[in-house]
């Protein structure tokens, strides 16, 4: 394999927990924002229910989804 390392926070179920380290806390902050922005581009942005063939299309049709949440984020950030 790559070596990669799953980063999943740790549920003590009622105990105490370990910390992450520094650079784990991070990384997992950086992949929770990743996997928000992924999932409202599935779910608000038409991501999940493509319905056209081609690369070229889907690239497209994804391309407008990225625009379209970008300017959603953009809008949020000034207003």
Do not use: C, W
Request: net charge positive.
């Amino acid at each position: 394999g790559f070596g990669h390392v799953p980063i999943i926070d740790k549920n003590g179920r009622g105990k105490d927990v370990l910390p992450m380290a520094p650079h784990e806390a991070e990384r997992y902050k950086i992949r929770s924002s990743v996997e928000r922005a992924n999932s409202r581009l599935k779910e608000d942005f038409g991501a999940n229910n493509v319905m056209v063939k081609g690369h070229a299309k889907v690239s497209l049709h994804l391309m407008f989804g990225v625009i379209t949440l970008f300017s959603d984020q953009l809008l949020r950030l000034l207003g």
